[in-house]
């Protein structure tokens, strides 16, 4: 009993502060506190001090920064353009057309982005202007954006994976390399449904198909090689066991750098935006991580990580039953606050279930993502909703309603990925 009303406590007082528009790191830290110093004894000052340092003095955490400044390079360069024009020409020959540049774009955008929100916004900044001019339906160019820009936190190197990785102390080059064949499944399940959509509204869909030769179609797709060159030298690295997430980070930037600066599109002032802007979200994310690790320690303290296992032992739940209960519950969740404040808050509460349920850290790290991924365009705080809102300037609930399907499609993949856990497991086995 006494464990429920701590819960309770700390539940209520951690929601009351993020109403308030506390920001979510002073929460965390606040919340601690409450529950050391009103329901333990343990010595609040110090245990805060060691298990922040302690949380953040972490080597794996330095790729954090790297891969989101890379991703804020990027952001601001060519390349993306560039990717259309490769692209467009082969995706005329699927039922859809240049619909799947929405989903292989963001596809290959989240190889050197790890941000479903900057993969949403720099992909729709080029397809969405393109697609309403050639007169596709509004409705499937919103929704595929809007599903396949998720695709930034799966296919690596992903920024929730890497605080995921930390916090669960599993190797974030193998969560890297286990999101790629999860994320080429969910390319491929958006793209069916788009040709399968596509057939059934053939009225819809504009007449008029540029027809390109084979050359014409080569020439085109040079553009793609500085992207494919850059996530070889990212995920190639890692799945040859030639550097850690940390250096290929280093390497990513580095390749980041290279290619901006020989497209004509990196200047000083671009330079100087993109570090600005990776150090507000690098510091943002680890003031997060820090109270969240001084939370963790809290609730250790006072037994509820152990009480919980206890209950949830009681309940009896088969695996397959508790992974239904969690994904509830981080939908339930999703609708209130972002991705890694999901992630930070319930990983450490949760390890110890997930442990004794045996399964997999590494194919829970994916699972956790994808659900993330669901929360991405669930509403009211489905981020991505607000992206393609301030790009479209369409109300926020045809958005919704346009990424409903790629929302349910997300629910399969789940389904297919707990019925083969071999997708995400058999490349981490090749390492």
Not at 195 to 216: F, H, K, Y
Request: hydrophobic share 60%.
């Amino acid at each position: 009993m006494d464990s429920v009303v701590t819960s309770v406590v700390l539940l209520v007082s951690l929601f009351a502060l993020l109403g308030l528009g506390v920001w979510i790191g002073v929460a965390l830290m606040a919340v601690g506190l409450i529950g050391l110093v009103f329901f333990t004894s343990a010595p609040a000052g110090l245990t805060m001090a060691n298990q922040v340092w302690s949380g953040l003095a972490n080597w794996t955490l330095i790729a954090l920064p790297l891969f989101i400044w890379m991703g804020e390079i990027l952001f601001r360069s060519r390349l993306t353009e560039d990717l259309f024009k490769g692209l467009a020409p082969w995706m005329r020959l699927l039922p859809g057309q240049l619909l799947h540049t929405n989903i292989i774009g963001s596809g290959i955008f989240a190889a050197f982005s790890g941000s479903s929100s900057a993969t949403c916004a720099t992909i729709g900044k080029v397809t969405l202007p393109e697609l309403k001019k050639r007169n596709y339906p509004d409705t499937i160019s919103i929704g595929s954006l809007c599903g396949a820009s998720t695709l930034g936190l799966l296919i690596p190197p992903s920024i929730i994976m890497i605080v995921y990785g930390v916090a669960a102390e599993v190797s974030v080059a193998r969560l890297f390399i286990a999101g790629i064949l999860p994320g080429l499944l969910l390319m491929v399940l958006f793209s069916s449904y788009v040709i399968i959509w596509s057939c059934l509204n053939r009225a819809d869909m504009p007449s008029d198909v540029e027809r390109l030769s084979l050359r014409e179609k080569l020439a085109a797709g040079r553009f793609m090689i500085p992207v494919l060159l850059l996530i070889a030298s990212v995920i190639g690295s890692i799945y040859a066991g030639l550097a850690t997430a940390t250096e290929a980070a280093a390497v990513g930037v580095l390749a980041a750098l290279l290619l901006s600066a020989l497209s004509g599109s990196l200047n000083w002032m671009t330079f100087v935006d993109g570090l600005r802007a990776a150090m507000i979200s690098s510091t943002m994310i680890m003031f997060i991580v820090g109270g969240a690790s001084f939370v963790t320690a809290a609730m250790g303290f006072t037994g509820i990580p152990r009480h919980l296992v206890e209950w949830i032992g009681g309940m009896h739940f088969s695996s397959s039953g508790l992974l239904v209960v969690l994904t509830l519950l981080f939908l339930v969740l999703g609708c209130f606050i972002d991705g890694i404040s999901m992630v930070v808050l319930t990983t450490a509460v949760l390890l110890p279930v997930i442990e004794a349920a045996k399964i997999n850290l590494i194919w829970f790290g994916i699972y956790l993502v994808l659900v993330v991924e669901m929360s991405m365009i669930t509403p009211p705080v489905g981020f991505n909703l607000f992206v393609l809102q301030g790009l479209t300037r369409r109300p926020i609930g045809l958005i919704a309603t346009a990424s409903l399907p790629f929302f349910l499609l997300m629910i399969l993949a789940i389904v297919i990925l707990a019925t083969f856990p071999e997708i995400v497991l058999y490349l981490p086995s090749k390492m």
